[in-house]
């Protein structure tokens, strides 16, 4: 028995846990739901996830469980070695204030540019383009504030990769749906987005 991934293919969020199992070593057994086909919205994968989200875990026991960094959490205790999240309290302090403003600052933006002014989601969703363009604003100078960090350390939390390297590299990276391309115009940030990049994870 292993552990069972519900996963789409280029959707930050189940791309979060795909390369946090990859830099443990994690084996997931992945099942493909392809939200470009709607099969997030079929009714058998509302059985499996009634929010009709990737990503699911899917247990052992057959429980599931959603949210992305929920689930991480749950395997880093499962698998605490190497830390991903901190390796005492002051190293956990770091990386999850990290991932929390990145998901608040940068991820949840990105989305909104995406949502409001992407063809992909007219009819999906009430759009305010107006609102969207502002969100661009955000982003924008969040990924100013994490060159600013990354002019002073190789990574993002701490000096060796953490999860807050994971949910940046796939929320920067993800950015590529609003135009948005890491550039020579924040060399920190394109010196850290390149190498994160190379590593294997990166094509989990
Ligand atoms: N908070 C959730 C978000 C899950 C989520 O929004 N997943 C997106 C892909 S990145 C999805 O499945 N969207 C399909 C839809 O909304 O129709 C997590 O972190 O896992």
């Known amino acids: 028995m292993t552990l069972k991934l519900y996963t789409s293919p280029r959707a930050p969020s189940p791309r979060r846990?795909?390369?946090?199992?990859?830099?443990?070593?994690?084996?997931?057994?992945?099942?493909?739901?392809?939200?470009?086909?709607?099969?997030?919205?079929?009714?058998?994968?509302?059985?499996?996830?009634?929010?009709?989200?990737?990503?699911?875990?899917?247990?052992?026991?057959?429980?599931?469980?959603?949210?992305?960094?929920?689930?991480?959490?749950w395997l880093e205790e499962r698998y605490p070695s190497p830390d991903l999240f901190g390796g005492d309290a002051d190293e956990r302090l770091a990386v999850n204030r990290w991932i929390d403003r990145l998901m608040f600052r940068m991820y949840i933006p990105t989305v909104e540019v995406f949502q409001h002014t992407n063809t992909f989601w007219a009819g999906r969703l009430e759009q305010v383009p107006a609102f969207g363009e502002l969100q661009r604003g955000t982003v924008a100078a969040e990924w100013r504030h994490l060159a600013a960090t990354l002019a002073t350390r190789e990574f993002v939390a701490r000096d060796s990769f953490s999860m807050a390297d994971v949910v940046a590299f796939t929320t920067v990276d993800f950015a590529r749906v609003i135009g948005m391309r890491v550039g020579d115009d924040l060399p920190a940030l394109k010196r850290w987005y390149d190498a994160v990049r190379a590593r294997p994870s990166a094509q989990a």
């Open 17 to 73: 846990v795909r390369m946090y199992a990859a830099e443990k070593g994690i084996a997931l057994e992945y099942v493909e739901v392809s939200i470009a086909d709607g099969a997030n919205r079929t009714a058998d994968f509302l059985e499996v996830n009634p929010l009709g989200e990737t990503p699911v875990l899917e247990r052992e026991d057959g429980s599931r469980t959603t949210e992305s960094l929920a689930i991480c959490r």
